[in-house]
């Protein structure tokens, strides 16, 4: 429980101060919107490329771990976007809400918690869970999100405004040119890898705090979101570890410490990165931090039940 609440407490707290520096007026009413767009043109790239960089392709070749946390991030993915519209949303919005209900928050809770949890065995399984979620989900959402901004036009310039719009986006070009990287075993040179680290680094505390400054925003409550926040919670807290840990036991057996790690990477709370997307295109903003602050909530007992179930 110690453990848990160590990793989680230290992100309310930047939440915190970002809703009480923009309560205060100390940030302006675009301060919200600057801060993102440096997490999502600078700090986030950075960490994307850094982490992908770095990977080591053997280590990372584990077919079983990857099927099961893969089926079951893209399954889930897959019926968020269905199920919202079936409810009459939007493509680019239905995206969302799929990153809502499938995008675990690996990269800044998954990498101490299962490290304090599971030991340093562990921190291979949580990258490559990182990188199925940060950079491939990622890369799906957007097509689907830039889908939606070109709703209307014909299909070959629907195909072509997509391709332009993927190639200048920094949350694919930085994986991208991170994988490039990694397999041609060049490596990435000190002064370089110095740059990244401070750069990336400022991802998840900006991106903490720009939720909070996001969330002290004055605004409209909006009619039926209690329900739909209720439902993405509960697909991402209790039904995707449960299809894990499903996947993991029967359908491609792992061994315990393999499952363990699939089942607790599924339980995490949803991160920050569906926020930065949802309030980059301006879609379902509200909702998506809502999601984040109450499942990041609920996780501190859904996980430390699930710690004690796994011994």
């Not at 029967?250 to 790690?261: G, Y």
């Not at 607790?264 to 602050?293: D, N, Q, S, W």
Request: charged share 10%; with cysteine.
């Amino acid at each position: 429980m110690l453990s848990i609440l160590s990793v989680v407490l230290p992100i309310f707290a930047l939440t915190l101060v970002g809703w009480l520096s923009r309560r205060a007026g100390i940030f302006g009413p675009r301060s919200t919107t600057e801060l993102n767009r440096f997490v999502v043109y600078l700090a986030l790239p950075a960490l994307l490329f850094d982490i992908v960089a770095k990977a080591d392709a053997a280590q990372l070749w584990q077919p079983g771990f990857i099927a099961v946390f893969g089926i079951g991030t893209f399954f889930f993915f897959a019926l968020t976007v269905l199920i919202s519209r079936m409810g009459g949303a939007e493509i680019g919005n239905a995206a969302i809400h799929g990153l809502n209900g499938a995008y675990s928050n690996t990269a800044f809770l998954g990498f101490p918690l299962l490290l304090a949890t599971l030991g340093p065995a562990s921190q291979t399984l949580t990258l490559i869970a990182t990188i199925n979620t940060v950079c491939m989900l990622f890369a799906v959402a957007i097509v689907l999100i830039e889908f939606g901004n070109q709703a209307g036009a014909s299909p070959l310039t629907i195909l072509l405004r997509v391709s332009q719009a993927l190639l200048r986006n920094p949350l694919v070009l930085a994986p991208l040119l991170g994988a490039i990287v990694m397999f041609s075993g060049v490596g990435v040179a000190e002064p370089l890898d110095a740059f990244l680290k401070l750069l990336g680094s400022a991802a998840s505390p900006c991106a903490l705090v720009c939720l909070g400054m996001f969330l002290a925003e004055p605004r409209e409550a909006e009619s039926g979101g209690g329900g739909k926040t209720a439902l993405l919670v509960a697909l991402k807290l209790f039904a995707y570890p449960a299809l894990t840990f499903a996947l993991a036991y029967w359908v491609f057996p792992l061994a315990k410490p393999l499952r363990n790690a699939a089942v607790l990477l599924a339980a995490l709370p949803t991160g920050t990165g569906p926020f930065m997307l949802a309030e980059f295109h301006r879609r379902e903003g509200a909702l998506t931090a809502k999601v984040i602050l109450i499942s990041t909530i609920l996780s501190v007992g859904t996980i430390t039940l699930l710690l004690t179930a796994i011994g």
